[in-house]
């Protein structure tokens, strides 16, 4: 059965600190992993991972897949309040499903 | 804004009655995926259509069903509600099925069951 995993399941920081968010996936015929930002509302787009080892940067966000080891890691550095969100990690599968993982609530304090 | 329309933005109904929701893609996707999303259990993934045609079916119980129609819109019928249908329901959409097209959401709506 196709399966994200994401962990942790949250995390509690203060401005300026660095997280990693973590992602692991088992899903058929994988084709791409895909980060997204939960705050109130709709997800919003983040970045998508096709290749491995090539980082995807967007601002103080990054991210990077490994496909061999079947996962991928989202990097934020000096955190702002305005980071707080759920974050979802989502793997694209050949059965043209996206599977999601269950999210890992940030929370950055002031 | 992502270009994906929902409507109504909520729902409130009582146990047992059935109920349809609404999706617009954005213009020129032809897929469009349902996901519900519950307190405890995250993006569950419903259906998929591509261009009219189901593509892909996920958790989805026999009590729900969807279709796309002709100008690529989606509906969500939910009938025989249960109180543990309340949650919330996104739609979502990309432009092809392979590699290289993300989802693209709308803002949801929130079913609410009594």
């Known amino acids: 059965e196709d399966k994200v995993v994401q962990s942790p399941l949250s995390l509690v920081v203060h401005e300026g600190d660095t997280v990693t968010l973590n992602c692991s996936y088992e899903v058929t015929n994988f084709r791409s992993l895909l980060w997204y930002k939960q705050e109130k509302k709709a997800p919003t787009f983040l970045f998508m991972l096709t290749s491995s080892g090539i980082e995807k940067k967007s601002g103080r966000l990054s991210s990077i897949l490994d496909k061999k080891e079947l996962f991928s890691i989202l990097n934020i550095t000096a955190t702002q309040t305005g980071d707080s969100a759920v974050y979802l990690c989502a793997a694209h599968s050949g059965t043209y499903k996206y599977i999601f993982g269950t999210g890992t609530r940030l929370k950055v304090l002031a | 804004d992502s270009g994906v329309t929902q409507t109504p933005k909520h729902l409130i109904t009582a146990t047992g009655q059935r109920v349809t929701l609404r999706c617009s893609p954005r213009?020129?996707?032809?897929?469009v995926y349902w996901y519900q999303q519950s307190l405890d259990q995250g993006l569950q993934f419903l259906i998929q259509?591509?261009?009219?045609?189901?593509?892909a079916k996920g958790n989805i119980l026999e009590r729900f069903s969807a279709q796309q129609f002709p100008d690529l819109h989606s509906e969500l019928n939910l009938s025989s509600l249960e109180l543990g249908d309340s949650a919330l329901y996104f739609c979502?959409?990309?432009?092809?099925?392979?590699?290289?097209?993300?989802?693209?959401f709308g803002n949801g709506t929130r079913l609410t069951v009594t």
């Open positions: 259509y591509y261009n009219g045609e189901e593509r």
């Open positions: 213009s020129g996707d032809l897929s």
């Open positions: 979502a959409s990309s432009s092809v099925t392979g590699v290289g097209s993300p989802l693209h």
